[in-house]
């Protein structure tokens, strides 16, 4: 099928080629007009704005949206409600908010555009040849129409269609979460390997681990391709961006009281990890001085 894809970034650009990997045919737009020239070399057609790129569909028009999620989906998914028209179809594969997805399906569906959220995992090696999707759309008979585009990026049996508007973007949302509290214990066991007597080396424990045990899996793939690079990953700075899964999922947990102790903390220790030194801590350290006249490190030290 030919559809427009627009980002043209770490996602979108795998995707592209992926897609054309089996025959789909690619009009491609980016706000930065390099990522263009780039899915163009790939052997996508290129467009200069949204209105090129939807004129250079055929209808029912198809057409994938891989930004940031927030301001960037937000606008770009008000821009196509006015270009596309009934019976054409929209995803957002990117990671939005489910609630922001509820919008944007109202949106649309005013329109007759068949709104689609795709939570898109595996990351940009599965975004390349592989990739894991979870759909959410109200409309199941419109899902048909993109299925076999499904059928040819998607791992085997890595796709799925999860139902109602915005049931996509949930799962992928808590997929994140879990996916944070997974991380957080692979890094907290090396820590604690790191902080041993032993002398253990990282790259030779996460490819042992990666082997038959229990805790295989990709992520620890990772650590052993990370440490193969840097083994003490001495060039980095242990700052854990976090770009908004891992709260909503902890949000959800709070408002319908789950308990979600392992993400909850998770997201914290990201949080923690991007402040050098915390007013928590001068607070407590004074409070100790205060009663017990605990010594007090100095500030900077
Ligand atoms: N990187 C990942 O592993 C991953 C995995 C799953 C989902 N996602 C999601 O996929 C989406 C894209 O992620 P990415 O990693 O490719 O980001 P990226 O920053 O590499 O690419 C985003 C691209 O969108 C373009 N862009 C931004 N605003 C635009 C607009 N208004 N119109 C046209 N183009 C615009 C940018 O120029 C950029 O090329 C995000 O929603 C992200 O959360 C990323």
């Known amino acids: 099928m030919k559809l427009g894809l627009i980002g043209l970034g770490k996602m979108g650009l795998s995707l592209a080629e992926n897609a054309m990997d089996h025959n789909h045919e690619i009009v491609g737009y980016d706000l930065n007009k390099d990522f263009v020239d780039k899915a163009v070399a790939a ?7 949204l209105e090129d790129m939807v004129a250079k569909l055929p209808s029912p028009k198809i057409v994938w949206v891989m930004v940031p999620a927030g ?7 008000e821009s196509l409600s006015t270009l596309l028209g009934k019976g054409d179809i929209l995803i957002d594969g990117g990671n939005s908010y489910y609630k922001d997805s509820l919008r944007h399906n109202e949106i649309l569906k005013a329109k007759g555009i068949d709104f689609f959220d795709c939570g898109t995992s595996g990351g940009m090696e599965g975004a390349r040849s592989h990739g894991n999707f979870m759909i959410g759309g109200d409309n199941k008979e419109a899902f048909e129409t993109i299925r ?6 998607a791992e085997k049996d890595g796709y799925l269609y999860t139902g109602r508007a915005a049931s996509g973007h949930y799962l992928k949302m808590v997929h ?4 944070y509290g997974e991380m957080q214990a692979i890094a907290e066991g090396f820590e604690v390997l790191e902080a041993s007597d032993f002398d253990y080396d990282n790259e030779a424990v996460a ?3 990666s082997h038959g045990s229990v805790i295989r899996g990709w992520l620890m793939e990772l650590a052993e391709e990370q440490f193969a690079k840097d083994p003490e990953l001495e060039k980095i700075a242990g700052r854990m961006h976090a770009s908004g899964e891992g709260q909503w999922t902890v949000q959800e947990g709070l408002d319908s009281h789950v308990p979600t102790p392992v993400i909850a903390l998770a997201l914290m220790m990201r949080y923690r990890s991007m402040q050098d030194d915390t007013f928590t801590g001068k607070v407590v350290s004074a409070l100790r001085n205060g009663f017990g006249g605990h ?4 500030a900077g030290k």
């Open 43 to 49: 052997g996508a057609e290129g467009a200069d704005s």
């Open 176 to 179: 994140n979460g879990i996916e």
């Open 148 to 153: 076999p585009l499904y059928d040819d990026i």
């Open 71 to 77: 301001k960037p989906t937000d606008s770009t998914i």
């Open 295 to 298: 010594a007090m490190d100095k």
């Open 207 to 209: 490819k042992v681990w």
